[in-house]
């Protein structure tokens, strides 16, 4: 998943983005390291706290597991 690295470029913590999200610190780890599968309320939530569109939260999950490139 992308949450780790859009979390990252805008320079958020684990915490901060728990905080945002309205998550719980030991979840948003959980969902990072993928060992658990967020919902589509919670991405909702996690997107909200990374300040970015659902959709575009949802477009990198999708390029990245199913291996897609960008589109151009």
Do not use: C, W
């Not at 919902?39 to 575009?56: C, F, K, M, N, R």
């Amino acid at each position: 998943m992308q949450i780790r690295r859009l979390r990252e470029e805008r320079g958020y913590s684990l915490e901060e983005l728990a905080e945002r999200s309205g998550m719980s610190f030991r979840g948003l780890i959980y969902i990072e390291h993928g060992q658990r599968s967020p919902s589509v309320l919670t991405l909702l939530d996690i997107a909200a706290g990374l300040d970015v569109q659902p959709g575009e939260l949802v477009n990198h999950i999708t390029r990245e597991e199913s291996g897609k490139s960008e589109p151009r």
